[in-house]
Each structure stands twice: as C-alpha cells, then as structure tokens.
C-alpha cells in the first residue's frame, strides 16, 4: 500500500460521522421491557382496533418460543431485548396541515440532513412521508396522489382508515413466524409506511420516506407494506441517516411488497446510519426482512440497495417469483469500512414458469471490516424456463479486511438456466497505472476505477437518490482508497 | 431419535470392546492409544444433521436406522473378481484390499526405487514403521469431525506410501479397495497416508469398486504430506455398488513450492460423500482439485472442497463437472479461504452441472472467504441442461437425438477427463461415459 493510500485511510478514521446530532424533542416514551403489557400499552397509545392487538400478541407469544439465529457471519454483543423502550413519540401529536405547523426543532434536523421538506416538495417533487422516530409527524403531497386514488400514508393511519387492505395483505409476505426479528417486528412495530396503489395507475412521483432514529436507546421497529394493484407502477425510496450513540441500536425493520398482475414496485434504499467509531462502539445494527412477492403474472419487483452505514448490516431483500414471467431483481452495493460488518445479498425464489432474476452485487471493503455477500437462487420443481443471472464482486482495500461470498444455488428444474459469478480483487495495478499514463492522478485513477466498478447498481437507482448516494460513497471510498 | 441415535454408537461401542479383546497384547502400541483418543472423542461427537451447515444438503439419518458390523472378516476371493475394473496396456503397481484387508495374492509390485515403500498400513504397523508415528494423524483432524473419528478409533488397515527425497516413482501406483458384504452391512474403513518426500514424484490411484448390489458402508480417511517440491498427481475414481454408502475423506498438507493434483470422478454410490481438503503450508505451490461425477436413479452425490491458501503466493484451480439424470441429488460446496497473510493468491474455481432429467435436483455452493487484498479469486457455477442450439446443429447434420446428446455429453466431460495424465485411465473412463450415456 502506498503511503498516500495509508493515509488516506487514517484520515477516513479519523473523520467523524457527519450527521451525528440529537435533536432535543419532548418524547412519549414506554418504559423499557417487553411484555404482553407493553404490546397492550403501545397498541392502545396508537389507538389500534382490537384484531391489530390480536395479531400482535400471537406473534409475540410465537417470538417467546424462537431462538436467535446463529448462522450468520456477523459478530455482535447480544441484544438484551428487555432493555429497549419499544415506543417513543413525540410529545404533542397534533395534526398538521401544512409543513409550518411543523415542530422546528424538528424541521431543524431534517435540514441539517440536507433534506429540507418544503425543498424536496418543490423541487424534487417527492411526497415524503417522514418518520421521525416511530410515528409519522408529516406526510406530504397527500392530496395529490389521493386524486389518482393512491394511498400513501403511515401504517398506524392505514390500520385505523384501510382495515381491510392491511387485514389482508399485512404479513402475506412475510408472515409472523417467519423469523426470529420478524416477529419481533410484528409484535411490536411502531409505525411504517402503507402504500397501495390502484389498477391501471402509474405513480407520477418517487414516494419517499425518511427513516430517522432519534430517541435515545428505543429500537425502532418500521413495518413497510407496498401493493401495486394490477398493472400498476411505483417506485419508492427509503433512506436513513442516525445520530452518533454509544449504545448499540437495534433496527428490526419488515418491508413487504406485494405486485399483482403487470404491476412493477421499484424498492431503492440509501442506508447511511451510525456505523459505530473506529473500535467499533457503538452504531446500529441493522437486521432487515425484506421481501417482494410477485404475485400475479408479468410482475416485476426491483431492490436497489446502496449500504454504507451501521456497525452491522444483516439483510437479504429477496423476491418470490409467483406469478408466471414475473421478474425479480437485486442490485446492491455494500460498502464496509472500520469495524464494520455485512451480511447481505438476495433471496430469488422462482415458482412461476419463464421467471427470470437478476442478481448484482458489489461489495467493497476497507479497513478491519468484513463483508459478505450470500444469496440463494433457488428454482421449484413447477418453475419451467426459469433464468437466473447472479454476478458478486468485491473489491478489498487494505489487507486487514475480509471478503466472503455465499451463494447458495438450489436447482430442481432441467429446463433452468442459472449461472453465478465471483470475483474478489483489489483494484489493478495496472488500471492505474493506464490512467496514470494519462496524467490522471492515482486518488482520482481509483476513484474513477471505484465509480465504474458501482455504475452498474447506482445507474439503477432513480435519479433524487443516486446523487445521494454518489455523495455518500464518494464521502466512504474517497477516504479509503484515494 | 435420540434412542436411535444411541444405538449406532453403541454399535461402535460395543465393537471397540471386541476390538480391543482381540488384539493380542497390541494394546499399549502407539496407534492403538491414537484409536483410543479418537474414540474417546467419537463417544463425545454427534451424528451430522441437516441442521448443521456442512451437511445442508445431505441426510445421513441412515446411521440411525440401519445396523453394520463394524470389524471385517477376511475373506478369500479370486483375480477374478476384480480383472474387469483393471485397465488395459497399463504397466502399474497393484495393492488390493478386499473389504478393507490387503489382500497380497491380488497384488502385485514391479520394480520400485530403492527406499519407496509401498506397503499396507497392518503391515507397517507390526513392523513399528517410523512413518506412522511422523505422520499419521497429523493432518486429519479427530477432534471435530464425526467420521474422521470413527475411522481413526478403528485403524487397522489401508495403504501406506512413502516416496523418499528425490525418488520419482515412475509407474502409477493402483490401490484398489474391492468391497463385497453380506447383512448386517460392513462397515470398512481404509486408512491411507501416503508422503512425498523432496522433490519427489509419484502417481497414485484410489479406486473404489464393488460388484452390483453388494451393500455396504465405506468410510475412509487419506491423509497426504507433499513436501518440499514435491509432486503428487491423486486420482480417485469411485465405482461402486447402487446400494452402497460411501463416505470419504481427503487431508492434504503442501510444502512449498509443491504440487498437488486431484481428480475425483464418480459414478457414485446410492449415498457418497467426498470431503477434500488442501492446506498451502508453504509459499509456491500449486493444487488443483478436479472432479466429475455422473449420477443417476436415486443416487446422492456430495463433493466438499477446501482449500486454504494460509500462506502467499499460491495457486490452486478447481473444477467440478456434474451431469444428472433421474431423480438423483447433487450437492457441491467448495469452498476457497485466503488468509490474511496469503497475499498473491490466485484461486479460481468453477462448478457446471447439466441436469438431464425432470426430477434431478443440483445444490450448489461456491465459497469464497478472503482476508487479504493483492489476490486475484473467482468462482462460477453453471447448472442447467444441454444447449438446444448446440444439439439443433449436430441433429441438421444428420445426427441422432440420442447421438447427439452422447456427443454433447462426452465434449462436456472431456475437460475434466483431458486433464488426468496416464492414458489408459483416459481410455477407460471414456469407456465408462459411452457404457452410460450411449
């Protein structure tokens, strides 16, 4: 390594984490523990019809009897689930109706985040349906998307005005007893986004929330349900930032989408949250269940993840390919630096016949970090035709970090076609040494190398967020690699 | 389950007793507190589940159902028995085990270099052979792995092969292990170790084989030291019975600047699992694992591979063909590790499976593990069936459905095939892909 490369990472050691702020908001907060109490007590302060409570329970009853997972390829403290306060709120809850009424303090921190509301609305043209801790203090752009029939609201409006649609689409992806943090979530989620788009409606906007932790030591616990109605069209972005804690904050999130025939859901993600100091301490530990359902035929479901926070990353959107010619995609880049750890990839469940999946990931790790890439392709007996491509890269930069990939690749059809590639390297010598030639700088060669190497996943996202997460990674990989 | 379970190792337990009373005071020989130790620590492992991710894909609950003899009975068979599975126009040195036991009238040796020796691991035993003591046990691990355990509690026989420094051994040398058991199934467990010495070279051929419909439960160990400059060319080729069991285990340690190649190829058992292993112990060396297995009915094949690039600068390649027919199961997980210190490395590894049948399932899991940056790694998997395009050509030229599928079948075999050295193995294994697919 040169010396200019040494450092340049020193330097992105030292640098601090940029959005590190607590805003000071009078909070309603639950006492720490969890019990069926608590379930009861949350479920009344949100104010929940009685079937809502039911289901929580049964899924807390069924949480009591699982064990944590242990297969993964993180490390991490347990996580004293008795220490958590499963419900913060702002204090005053009243309703707004325009962005003034809007607590400034709270405004304040949206625009230290560089997402100011009023912005985003008349420039971006964004309905951003902000979560700030875990109950939605605004939600924009409402009666916009109420014409064309769309809605888009928090989870808690959603059990109380749409019953119906949650009763019936509310963990069909992913249901309660799918995993350990799953039930969890189910048991005890705070709030979330609902979305359900129409027959026939194409979305004019990219929906978009931003998920922020803020009270001190409360894990936030999102429940997300996307359903696209029949030949329908959404794309919804999801990013987050977190402020600096010493404590380890557990995220627990479910996201669900559900497209029925001809619909397409866009799901995009810039995840950018605490990733603890260079020992490690602190940052959050970001345990996801995401899952698509591609229900109905010709549906497509597309993730676009670009991970470049929290000490651990433990997620694997996956997409469950029902409906005959339904298409699944993956793009993802996991950028690791530090202490921090990945373990992330897709899920490519094909059912239906002539489903076909795409599966990009890019991983990049500097510093003590480890990242991993696992991912399943698995094609079911019925699922004719069924075509898979899966490419996993990694770029390792230094040499006291780790690069893992698991693919698992189960196959029960003849007629499948899948094909999985990987490679690990640290960038070229010779790559460099070309752009070199050039009289391109060496900070500049490996930025240029670095950019190309994530074009193909960045190019996926839509273009609000792409600048984003441009500005992340550059802010990541800069450092580390110049 | 857990009264099953029980009854296996009671099995073992109540054969290392009968073990032990028929020794003849071999009690306090150095291998036999080898055995006890691994015994001990069998005593303490359990039987493998699907829940442990190693065995993922592979049930062995059998163990729990079925009942085997576990000590072998020596028994008296003929050249006859085995003439079919030997190849033609090939001078080699022949050691046979029949049932586990070297059998020495179906053996035969041609000249060797002074110093190599060639022998069966009883033998070298009686005799206090310094080579046991150097090296047995050193590379295979007792402690966490159930049936290396179980092999190691009950060593008694297999092959052992030294090549001394700077001997080449010229002529292959041929171990067959030919199993033919009655009920309760035999449980046979060859131990093998060979040692390649200093710029040494040899040639050695594992063949498992066994008459149809002969059942029974082989579980070997080989462990193999490659010194420094060495060259060990490993081929096992696995024939046996559709009623068999077949659990084998491969431990290799490489000195620097040493070379090491495997073949594994495979028509399988009803039940077979391969495990190798391969650890770079030192800078320069260069491994390369290849198999190719054919399977079909209800067989269940599973290759596992590891291998450890601990120390820089070297390479290894991998290549694993499978090709699937009626409702058989493959499974193949390999796995590459780069250590933080082993910068250089080059590792590639690939795995292409054609499924032939509706009903085959493929279970695949290519592994990379890597904790250095200047090294250059890739792995790929393929599984799908033959190409249309390919067959529609050869068919408009006049060529059979059927033929054409040979030919496709042969072409995609013959990479992993081409690569093995001695050519009347090559003869014969393309003997063995016409006799199934034509």
């Known amino acids: 390594m040169s010396i200019t490369e040494t450092q340049k990472i020193e330097e992105l050691a030292n640098r601090e984490y940029k959005y590190g702020f607590v805003t000071e908001v009078e909070e309603d907060k639950l006492p720490k523990g969890l019990n069926e109490d608590i379930i009861r007590q949350l479920s009344a302060k949100k104010g929940e019809p009685e079937w809502m409570l039911e289901w929580r329970l049964k899924a807390y009853r069924y949480w009591l009897t699982m064990t944590e997972p242990q297969w993964q390829n993180v490390k991490y403290d347990k996580v004293d689930f008795q220490d958590i306060s499963y419900y913060s709120a702002p204090k005053s809850k009243p309703k707004y109706n325009s962005l003034d009424e809007i607590d400034p303090a709270i405004r304040e921190t949206y625009n230290k985040l560089g997402i100011p509301l009023e912005e985003q609305m008349m420039l971006a043209g964004v309905a951003v349906d902000a979560v700030f801790d875990s109950v939605s203090v605004a939600t924009t752009f409402k009666d916009k998307l109420k014409d064309l029939g769309i809605i888009f609201c928090s989870m808690s409006e959603a059990i109380k005005e749409h019953p119906e649609l949650i009763k019936k689409y509310l963990g069909s992806v992913v249901p309660f007893t799918d995993n350990f943090y799953a039930s969890l979530n189910s048991a005890v989620f705070s709030d979330g986004s609902f979305v359900y788009v129409p027959k026939g409606v194409r979305c004019p906007m990219e929906l978009s929330t931003y998920f922020r932790i803020n009270a001190s030591e409360t894990g936030q616990f999102e429940r997300t349900l996307i359903v696209a109605d029949e030949g329908s069209y959404v794309s919804y972005l999801e990013g987050c930032t977190a402020p600096i804690r010493d404590e380890n904050q557990l995220h627990a999130a479910v996201v669900e989408l559900v497209a029925l025939d001809n619909a397409t859901i866009k799901y995009s993600t810039v995840q950018n949250w605490y990733p603890g100091d260079k020992e490690g301490k602190g940052g959050i530990y970001n345990f996801v269940t995401k899952r698509g359902l591609c229900k109905g035929i010709n549906s497509k479901i597309s993730w676009t993840q670009v991970e470049t926070g929290s000490a651990i990353t433990w997620k694997y959107p996956s997409c469950v390919l029902q409906g005959d010619n339904s298409i699944g995609e993956f793009y993802s880049v996991a950028v690791t630096n530090n202490m921090q750890q990945a373990d992330t990839g897709t899920k490519m469940i094909h059912i239906g016949k002539n489903t076909k999946s795409t599966i990009v990931s890019k991983g990049i790790s500097a510093g003590k970090s480890n990242n991993s890439y696992r991912g399943l392709v698995k094609i079911n007996k019925k699922a004719e035709n069924a075509r898979n491509f899966s490419q996993c890269d990694s770029l390792l930069i230094g040499d006291r970090c780790g690069a893992h990939t698991f693919p698992y690749l189960e196959i029960n059809n003849p007629t499948a076609q899948v094909e999985h590639e990987a490679t690990t390297s640290k960038i070229g010598e010779d790559q460099i040494f070309y752009l070199n030639q050039r009289g391109i700088a060496k900070e500049d060669a490996v930025n240029l190398i670095v950019n190309g190497y994530v074009k193909e996943v960045l190019a996926e996202l839509p273009m609000e967020f792409a600048v984003e997460a441009q500005k992340l990674l550059s802010i990541s990989l800069e450092g580390s690699v110049g | ?438």
């Open chain 2, 1 to 438: 389950m857990n009264q099953n379970k029980l009854t296996f190792k009671e099995i073992c337990l109540q054969s290392f007793e009968d073990f032990e009373k028929n020794l003849n005071g071999e009690k306090q020989h150095p291998i036999h507190l080898y055995r006890k130790k691994a015994f001990e620590h069998f005593i303490n492992l359990d039987i493998p589940s699907v829940k442990n991710e190693e065995w993922k894909y592979t049930n062995v609950s059998f163990l729990t159902k079925e009942e085997f003899k576990i000590n072998p009975v020596k028994s008296d068979f003929s050249y006859d028995h085995i003439s079919k599975f030997l190849f033609d126009n090939l001078e080699h040195n022949l050691i046979t085990f029949v049932n586990g036991i070297y059998n020495k009238d179906l053996s035969k040796l041609l000249d060797i270099p002074s110093g190599v020796e060639i022998l069966s691991l009883s033998e070298a035993i009686k005799n206090n052979n310094p080579i046991i003591k150097e090296y047995l046990g050193s590379a295979s691990d007792i402690t966490n792995n159930f049936f290396i355990a179980l092999n190691s509690s009950f060593v008694i026989d297999g092959a052992l092969i030294y090549v001394p420094d700077g001997k080449v051994v010229e002529e292959p040398i041929h171990l067959m292990f030919y199993n033919n058991s009655s009920s309760p199934k035999d449980l046979i467990q060859p131990r093998n170790l060979f040692v390649v010495g200093k710029n040494a070279q040899v040639t050695i051929l594992e063949h498992y084989v066994s008459d149809t419909d002969t059942e029974y439960f082989t579980n070997s160990v080989t462990e193999i030291f490659v010194d420094e400059n060495g060259n060990l060319d490993h081929i096992k080729l696995q024939e046996e019975s559709l009623k068999s069991i077949h659990i084998g285990r491969m431990d290799t340690n490489q000195g620097r600047n040493s070379n090491f190649s495997s073949h594994l190829i495979s028509t399988g058992a009803k039940f077979s699992r391969n495990e190798f292993n391969s650890v770079f112990k030192g800078e320069g060396s260069e491994s390369t694992l290849n198999g190719l297995f054919m399977i079909d009915g209800d067989q269940l094949f599973d290759a596992h591979t590891l291998i450890d690039h601990a120390k820089p600068h070297c390479n290894s390649h991998e290549h694993y063909k499978g090709i699937l027919q009626g409702n058989s199961k493959g499974v193949f997980n390999g796995k590459v590790m780069v250590r933080q210190d082993a910068q250089k490395t080059n590792a590639f590894q690939e795995n292409n499976v054609i499924l032939l049948s509706d009903s085959a399932v493929m279970n695949t899991k290519p592994q990379l593990e890597i904790f250095a940056d200047d090294v250059k790694c890739s792995h790929g998997a393929t599984i799908g069936k033959l190409n249309e395009e390919a067959k529609f050509y050869l068919k408009s030229r006049g060529i059979g459905e059927d033929a054409a599928t040979a030919i496709l079948i042969h072409a995609f075999a013959s990479d992993v095939i081409t690569s093995i050295k001695i050519e009347a193995l090559r003869d014969y294994l393309e003997k063995i892909i016409t006799r199934k697919f034509n």
